[in-house]
């Protein structure tokens, strides 16, 4: 499977827990973002990276949140002193950027329950 | 698996019949838009997508619309079958690879 890759698909915690999650792109795609996504809406947009660069954040992306692709390759999303408000789907999107729009192509989401 | 979109509009259809698929979207100044097919449990799914130049694209199946001048993108597909069941979502964007704005999304429901 040559997709977006998200680990892990699911994981509980307890309030005030650090979580991490990572997220794998298409592997010649040079941009990378993170969405959230609750029920009954579409994906909200947290924060994206062209190759290691953090270009974009969105004020969803509260100081507890911190995204990381220190190789421009992967890429982490860590939550820290996770609230119950924190619960979503945790989506990472890769596309390919060049002076043309390209499609982003989503991996299947972590999604996060707070206990 | 988990529901996607618990309280979205339903557009119900028959096996065999054309869907259409409304959104309305915010940004004139978007200029980039995609459709995307989202099951229970997994993230979207690209289906097709159209740039501001141009007003109509067609793939396997799936057409999209664009009206610019009402801000209104439409899906239509073609011969629906029980495998287009899922929740269909557009996203507008403006300038090559920046974020995605979605928009509320719609239910698909192909009845046998």
């Known amino acids: 499977d040559t997709g977006v890759s998200q680990n892990p698909r699911h994981k509980i915690t307890k309030r005030g827990q650090n979580v991490t999650f990572r997220c794998d792109p298409i592997s010649e795609h040079n941009r990378l973002y993170w969405y959230r996504q609750t029920l009954g809406q579409g994906p909200e947009f947290l924060t994206y990276f062209q190759n290691e660069a953090q270009l974009e954040k969105s004020r969803l992306l509260s100081d507890r949140f911190s995204a990381e692709r220190p190789k421009g390759s992967f890429s982490t999303l860590e939550i820290q002193r996770t609230e119950q408000g924190d619960s979503a789907m945790y989506l990472c999107?890769?596309?390919?950027?060049?002076?043309?729009?390209?499609?982003?192509?989503f991996g299947d989401g972590t999604r996060l329950s707070i206990l | 698996g988990e529901s996607v979109g618990l309280h979205l509009p339903t557009l119900s259809v028959q096996e065999g019949d054309n869907s259409i698929i409304n959104c309305a979207y915010s940004?004139?100044?978007?200029?980039?838009f995609i459709w995307y097919k989202q099951e229970s449990g997994k993230g979207p799914q690209f289906i097709i997508d159209i740039r501001s130049n141009m007003d109509k694209r067609q793939g396997q199946r799936v057409t999209v619309l664009l009206n610019k001048t009402v801000k209104h993108l439409s899906l239509q597909i073609a011969a629906t079958q029980p495998g287009d069941s899922a929740v269909y979502f557009c996203a507008e964007t403006r300038a090559a690879g920046n974020k995605l704005t979605f928009g509320g999304g719609t239910r698909v429901l192909v009845k046998p």
């Open positions: 940004n004139s100044a978007s200029d980039y």
């Open positions: 999107a890769s596309s390919l950027g060049t002076s043309s729009n390209q499609p982003q192509h």
